[in-house]
């Protein structure tokens, strides 16, 4: 027959060895689970601003900065179409341009340029933006695009500069449907920054959601671990106490 000091030091055995294998566990998903970073560029309900030629915004540790341009034509110094096929044109001048943030409803919502030469301070064939993503954690997610109404399009560009257009790895072209609001997949790979325009009448950048995967912190670890050991001294002490 077991003596109860023999019984007792088995259980204590078998209830650290399941609280062991809860460590592990969670220290194999925990390391590895995902989580979803959102980046928001519009303002409150009703609130239009004009920003400057740069903003910068966060979600965590990562932020997401944009630039504002404006095209002008090299020949007048007029406003012009920047793009020749997904390359800036031969003849265009680049400039920065103030950003404006809009907020008119569901379908009118996110960053634009301000004065946009087609008078809705939203993104044109003559103006463009920037997403300057190298502080992002993540290459890939998805781009927010609001205002886009029937028939209007836009696409992308990937490239490392924020000083002007990028023309690498474009996307397709997106045409707007029934819907004003879309949602379109990106993957960065080794590039850093994201240039959007509108080929036909204008759109806003709403927001992006990115997926990052992030290492718990080894403080972090430790204080779940901390805590694990002490409830299997408790235990002990609970079931020696049984005994």
Known sequence: MKSGATVVGRNIA???GQVASCLLVLGMFGAG?????????YPSPGVDTTLGTSQQYNSGANSIT?????CDSSRSGDDTACLSGTSLASHVNVDSADLHAKNDGTNELGVGIAHDPLGDNEISNETFIDLDMTHLGATSGQLFISSLQEGESFFFCYGNSNTGWNSNSCSAEFTGTSGNNVAESFNMGAYHDISIIADN????????????????????????????????GVMKRRMLAAS
Do not use: M, R, W
């Open 14 to 16: 078998k209830h650290t």
């Open 33 to 41: 689970q995902c989580f979803a970073d959102t980046f928001t560029f």
């Open 66 to 70: 944009l630039y504002g341009f404006e």
């Open 201 to 232: 009448q204008d759109i806003l950048v709403s927001s992006v959601v990115t997926n990052a995967s992030h290492t718990p912190e080894p403080g972090s670890l430790a204080l779940l671990g901390t805590g694990l050991l002490s409830l299997v």
